[in-house]
C-alpha cells in the first residue's frame, strides 16, 4: 500500500510563501518516481504545476515559472514545492502526484488560500 500525504497549505496574504510537502509511505521506490505537483481550484480543470523526475530534471506551469520551486529529498521519500510571491491565482487545492511506468499515486492534497 502507497500513501502519499501532502501537507503546508493554508491561508496566507498576496506576496507571502508557503512550503507544501508531500511523503511517500508504503511499498515505493521513492527514488524511481517521477513527482508532480497539480492544482485544482473550484470549476477548474486540474492543471499541472511542477514536476521533478527521477534524475532531477525540472519543468513549470509558465504561470509558477520564477516564482516556484520543486525539490525532492529522497532520504525522506519527500517532494516539496516552495511556492514565492504568492497571488490570489494561486488558490487551489494542491496534489501530489507519483509515477514510474504504469504505476501512479495521487495524494488527497492541501488546501491553498491566497487572500487578504
Known amino acids: 500500500q502507497v500513501r502519499l500525504v501532502e501537507s503546508g497549505g493554508g491561508l496566507v496574504q498576496p506576496g507571502g510563501s508557503l512550503r507544501l510537502s508531500c511523503a511517500a509511505s508504503g511499498s515505493i521506490f521513492f527514488s524511481a518516481y517521477a513527482m508532480t505537483w497539480y492544482r485544482q481550484a473550484p470549476g477548474k480543470q486540474r492543471e499541472l504545476v511542477a514536476s521533478i523526475t527521477s534524475s532531477d530534471s525540472t519543468t513549470y506551469a509558465d504561470s509558477v515559472k520564477g516564482r516556484f520551486t520543486i525539490s525532492r529529498e529522497n532520504a525522506k521519500r519527500t517532494a516539496y514545492l516552495q511556492m514565492n510571491n504568492l497571488k490570489p491565482e494561486d488558490t487551489a487545492v494542491y496534489l501530489c502526484?507519483?509515477?514510474?511506468?504504469?504505476?501512479?499515486?495521487w495524494g488527497q492534497g492541501t488546501q491553498v488560500t491566497v487572500s487578504s
Open positions: 502526484n507519483a509515477q514510474s511506468g504504469v504505476r501512479r499515486f
